[in-house]
């Protein structure tokens, strides 16, 4: 197994965090440990770096990398009952957490697990590998189901003539592989969507984030993690998609958002106080000498806040 561990932005990440060596960090999508490793590598014995991952190879992987840290602990888990595991080591507080939401490039890159639509595979895109796969979505979900979730999780334009072809093919036989689904796929969009970009990532997109509930995930974590943030801490999110953005965008501006009493007001009444401070009022991006070297990371975009 080669979970490929290229960290997105790496510097701009350990620079955002601004590690204090003794303080508890958490890598909430710890993948094959890149970010991990460097923040583990930053911290005293004092410090604590504990890593999550939904991904059972994605554990196996860091476990090993991070062997030589005495620090640094990593837990099977989704990211979303991160505040909970860490409450239940009697952990309140931490110092820092990152977020590097999508698929890595070994879920991507290994065709049994069914993530890509370049190669034919199984079709599953299951990131913890149980539960629903996508082949249960693609074959159980009624039209109207599958419509929403690929206009609501991809922006495809396109949905309706999507989910209506998906209906009908697999009413004549089940679709088991991502080869079948981009196949119906492209049939259902007309050619002139095919012509900048293939027809199927967004599709594919939006049925890997129903399958792994990532948006419902992202969300509650987002109140939870910042909630144990220490005054001081700092918390970091890496997103490929405008969804995801658009999300920690809005949630970061809420966060950072003090009185909101009409500008009529003579006093404040409602009595809010900002809670948290913009690093980047901007979304940080790549580079041109990473683009060069990992050309995933264009879509990358990094947002920061400080705990007040």
């Given at each position: 197994m080669n979970f490929?561990?290229?960290?997105?932005?790496?510097?701009?990440?350990?620079?955002?965090?601004?590690?204090?060596?003794?303080g508890i960090y958490v890598d909430g999508t710890v993948g094959g440990a890149g970010h991990s490793f460097e923040i583990a590598s930053l911290l005293s014995a004092k410090g604590k770096l504990i890593g999550f991952d939904k991904d059972p190879d994605a554990v196996m992987t860091a476990s090993e990398r991070l062997k030589d840290f005495k620090n640094a602990r990593v837990f099977l888990s989704d990211y979303s009952d991160a505040a909970n595991v860490?409450?239940?080591?009697?952990?309140?507080?931490?110092?820092?957490?990152?977020l590097d939401l999508g698929v890595s490039s070994y879920q991507l890159d290994t065709p049994e697990r069914g993530f890509s639509y370049r190669v034919d595979a199984p079709l599953d895109m299951r990131m913890s590998q149980t539960g629903k796969s996508a082949a249960d979505v693609v074959n159980t979900y009624s039209k109207e189901d599958l419509e929403r979730i690929?206009?609501?999780?991809?922006?495809?334009?396109?949905?309706?003539r999507i989910a209506d072809l998906i209906v009908k093919e697999r009413e004549k036989k089940p679709i088991e592989t991502t080869g079948e689904l981009s196949e119906i796929i492209s049939r259902a969009v007309p050619a002139f969507s095919k012509?900048?970009?293939n027809p199927s990532k967004r599709t594919f997109q939006a049925i890997r984030m129903e399958v792994n509930e990532e948006l419902q995930h992202l969300s509650d974590s987002l109140d939870s993690l910042f909630d144990i943030l220490l005054p001081g801490?700092?918390?970091?999110?890496?997103?490929?998609?405008?969804?995801?953005?658009?999300?920690?965008?809005?949630?970061?501006?809420?966060?950072?958002?003090g009185c909101t009493c009409p500008p009529d007001f003579?006093?404040?009444v409602c009595g809010k106080k900002p809670r948290g401070r913009l690093i980047n009022r901007k979304p940080i991006t790549a580079d041109e000498e990473e683009l060069e070297r990992n050309p995933r990371a264009k879509s990358a975009k990094l947002r920061i806040i400080e705990k007040l």
């Open positions: 490929q561990h290229k960290p997105i932005m790496l510097k701009e990440c350990i620079d955002g965090l601004s590690i204090n060596p003794n860490l409450r239940g080591m009697s952990v309140d507080g931490i110092n820092g957490v990152l690929i206009r609501e999780n991809s922006e495809e334009r396109f949905a309706y012509r900048e970009k801490g700092r918390f970091a999110v890496i997103t490929f998609h405008s969804l995801e953005d658009r999300m920690v965008k809005e949630r970061f501006n809420t966060f950072s958002t003579p006093i404040c």
